[in-house]
């Protein structure tokens, strides 16, 4: 019988845009923030496939939410996860939330404006931030930023792989009334390289999220862990860089992704920032800091 596992890309951790329980992180979360990842990924990869039916994808979506919540032990993530979990005796809830984005990005295929992409992250994105700070203790004041700053890396990612998501799945988060305001059409998507009334809705968008994850700009001086803060700030180092990208470049035909000396020299860069800041005392980098 086909499990969840079997239908996994072959992406891990190692593969993202941001780091995923890096040497930054204590030893002591490690195990639970990769459980945690592994679970999401098979979501992820199950709600992605390209040839497994729609009916078929819900399906497994169902089962691994079961077996999350106990109910069976076939899937070995959803196990993993379920023992991780009560080890910490921390709820499923963040996972679950998840689990709606994924049966949305079954089901949606479009999306109408800014507001209807954002309710979309508040499920796909938005909860690996809370899962976090939870992991790490941290108070859920600090949601506020931890959820702009997924957002932004969640609509990043969206611009980065427009045309891979409309080209391989038919799917397309530009909002409807963005391309519209650009006279753009989804169909642009397929080109080689974007038309101008692309490029405009694209850089448009580019601009939007740089306001957005502008705004989760304070969260490595919110949380009190030290590690945690660090990373953090290797993470909005990253996400500033591809935002920086996405408004001069064309993902369609060019770049937009970091080089592993990029995502090098932006960790060291980001650990320096906030250790810095935090040997010294000082409040919250500033709004416009990291975005060269």
Not at 85 to 110: Q, S, Y
Not at 247 to 266: T, W, Y
Request: proline share 4%.
């Amino acid at each position: 019988m086909t499990t969840a596992s079997d239908l996994r890309s072959g992406k891990t951790h190692r593969d993202e845009n941001f780091p995923v329980a890096s040497w930054i992180i204590h030893p002591r979360h490690r195990a639970l923030i990769l459980a945690f990842y592994n679970f999401v990924r098979t979501a992820d990869d199950i709600a992605d496939h390209s040839t497994l039916p729609a009916d078929e994808k819900l399906r497994y979506l169902d089962l691994l939410e079961s077996e999350l919540l106990g109910n069976g032990d076939t899937e070995k993530e959803a196990v993993s996860l379920r023992r991780a979990l009560a080890e910490r005796g921390m709820p499923p809830r963040h996972a679950l939330d998840l689990l709606v984005a994924f049966r949305m990005d079954v089901t949606k295929l479009r999306y109408e404006d800014w507001d209807d992409l954002i309710d979309y992250c508040r499920y796909s994105a938005m909860p690996v931030g809370r899962f976090m700070l939870d992991v790490h203790g941290e108070s859920t004041s600090t949601w506020i930023a931890s959820d702009a700053l997924c957002a932004g890396l969640q609509i990043n990612n969206h611009l980065q792989d427009c045309a891979k998501d409309y080209k391989n799945l038919n799917r397309v988060y530009l909002p409807r009334d963005a391309l519209a305001a650009s006279g753009a059409t989804v169909e642009m998507l397929g080109e080689t390289s974007s038309p101008p009334p692309l490029l405009q809705c694209l850089r448009a968008l580019a601009a939007r999220n740089e306001t957005l994850l502008n705004e989760g700009r304070p969260l490595a001086a919110e949380v009190r862990d030290f590690r945690f803060g660090l990373e953090i700030s290797v993470i909005q180092a990253f996400a500033d860089r591809i935002v920086n990208m996405l408004k001069v470049r064309d993902p369609l035909s060019e770049r937009v992704h970091l080089s592993p000396i990029e995502l090098l020299l932006r960790s060291l860069g980001g650990v320096a920032s906030e250790a810095a800041r935090r040997a010294t005392g000082r409040g919250s980098v500033s709004k416009t800091a990291a975005g060269a």
